[in-house]
Every structure is written in C-alpha cells, then in structure tokens.
C-alpha cells in the first residue's frame, strides 16, 4: 500500500512539473486574446475569433452577435499559422492558407452554413528565399514573391460542398 501511495505522489509531482511548461508555450504560441463589442475596430495585428452575445455590449436581442472575441497574432514566427473568422482583411503578410466553416464565426444568429466562414492564416513575413507555398484566392503574389501557377486545392474551396476550380495561386519567395 505504501508503494502505491508513493508511486500516486511521484506521478503527480511529475505531472504538476509537466504542466506549466505546457500551460506557457501554448499561452506564447496563441498570444493574449480578448472579448470586445461588435462594433470595436479591431486593432492592427488582430484578428477576429468567435461572435457571441455579451451583456457588457448591451442588450441581446437583434439578428447579429453584439461582442466578439479578438486575438493578436503580431508573435507569430514566420511561416507559423493561426486561424480566426475571414472578416476583416488579415494583417499585413497573413494570407489565408485554407478555408472552413466554425459555428462561432457565424455573425449573425440565423446562419446558412453555405460559406465557409473561417480562415487558416500563415505568415509569410521573414520566409526564406526559395520557400513555396499555396495562398487561397487568385491574386497578385505579394511584394517579394512570384507566382509559379494558378492552382485549385479543395483547402481553398469558399462555398461549402462546392466544386474545386481554379482557387488559389502557388507563390515563391524570391
């Protein structure tokens, strides 16, 4: 009995060591977030989470989610991704990666669930020379980088269920 009990204490010791590392590298990686009114601007190096209703924000009771919960993504190392709601445009060097849906992106209260609504942002800011990567949307490259081809990738597919066309662009870095 006694051996059981030490061996309990042992493993918890072990796992109260493990945890705190643990606990601060994934607070580091995902950055501080916080709830705001819908109406907030969002402030450079953030971008939107979840909708939801906050008595703070006054009253509930209209079609739209009055808050919403915002996170700073300016910590994220390069080439790193993070993923939040598509609306407003991404911070500068942020270019959506892959599309889905997320019940908490929804703004409003009586969604369709067509649209994909939620976006997997990667940073491209410091890549090195070389690196290639597949960017949703056909568009120009940005400033630094090339297009190789016009591609399509199911990742990139906005209305859910659609068909798969010609929906993204490989870049290069130069």
Sequence with gaps: ?????????IAAAAVMSLSPSQAGASAQMLGPSQNVCANAPIPTGWIPTAYFDWYQCGQPGTIYYNAKSIKDV????AGGTVTGCITPPPPAGFY????????????SKTPNGVLNNQQTLTNLNG?????TIIICGVQSAPPGWTVVSVVQTYLCVYARGGGVGDNAVSIRKL
């Design 1 to 9: 009995m006694r051996r059981l009990l030490t061996a309990i204490v």
């Design 74 to 77: 300016t910590d994220t190392s």
């Design 96 to 107: 959506a990666t892959a599309l889905s849906y997320s019940f908490n992106c929804e703004i």
């Design 127 to 131: 890549l090195p020379s070389g690196r």
